[in-house]
């Protein structure tokens, strides 16, 4: 199947300060990819969906300016965490669809990121 | 919300029993998929049944979908120790590709 790369993996940083994850697709284009977020023992939470080439549409209650998503080429997306917070301690996902599209279409995930804010 | 609910919760299992979860879903839907996690791991995908079909397998997996009930099942025969992980159900709402996932069910295989 298609592979979706996400990096970094694990990421610890400071209160205040911004942390950016990418989300590349390794062997196909995708004009879109979704990002989520997983707190512990729960399920994903749908927070954005990227859009090569323009903006962002967010899902209710994200806030646009505290998770900034940039989906500048057909195969990397970026979710910068501005002004990290221990509330924004969580494991972010991302994941694109697979193939040319239709509805039938499988989502490939990345690895993950694992993020705390100290 | 859309989130789709699933139950059990949580289960737990002897090794070579067998694991039913469900999922529930609210809207209309192009296709339902299921998902595995590892604790602290990335999603790895099982199976993927559109909304014309109403079962599909894959090697101990079963997946059914009815969809006047607006749910599907997932059947994991002859359970191992490995197959310990939380399972997730992921929609795709009619006309988009956005995926909302079920809450999850945490298996448990003791050996």
């Known amino acids: 199947g298609a592979v979706v790369s996400q990096h970094p993996s694990r990421v610890i940083c400071k209160s205040g300060t911004s942390v950016k994850i990418e989300c590349r697709s390794l062997?196909?284009?995708?004009?879109?990819m979704f990002w989520y977020r997983q707190f512990p023992k729960k399920s994903l939470m749908l927070m954005a969906t990227?859009?090569?080439?323009?903006?962002?549409?967010?899902e209710q209650g994200v806030e646009k300016d505290k998770f900034l998503i940039n989906h500048a080429s057909l195969t990397l997306s970026t979710l910068t965490v501005t002004s990290a917070h221990p509330e924004d301690s969580s494991f972010y996902i991302c994941?694109?669809?697979?193939?040319?599209?239709?509805?039938?279409?499988?989502?490939?995930f990345g690895q993950g990121t694992r993020l705390t804010v100290v | 919300s859309q989130q789709g609910e699933e139950d059990p919760q949580a289960l737990s299992i002897q090794e070579g029993e067998n694991a039913t979860m469900n999922c529930s879903y609210k809207?209309?839907?192009?296709?339902l998929q299921w998902y595995r996690q590892n604790s602290g791991r990335g999603l790895v995908h099982l199976i993927l049944i559109r909304s014309n079909e109403r079962e599909k397998h894959s090697g101990r997996l079963r997946v059914t979908l009815d969809t006047s009930k607006k749910s599907s099942s997932l059947l994991i025969t002859a359970s191992r120790a490995a197959d310990t992980a939380s399972y997730f159900c992921?929609?795709?709402?009619?006309?988009?590709?956005?995926?909302?996932f079920g809450t999850g069910t945490r298996l448990k295989v003791l050996a």
């Open positions: 992921a929609t795709a709402l009619s006309g988009t590709y956005k995926y909302i």
């Open positions: 990227s859009n090569e080439g323009s903006k962002a549409t967010y």
């Open positions: 062997d196909f284009q995708a004009t879109t």
């Open positions: 994941s694109s669809l697979g193939g040319v599209g239709g509805w039938g279409t499988e989502a490939f």
């Open positions: 809207t209309s839907i192009n296709n």
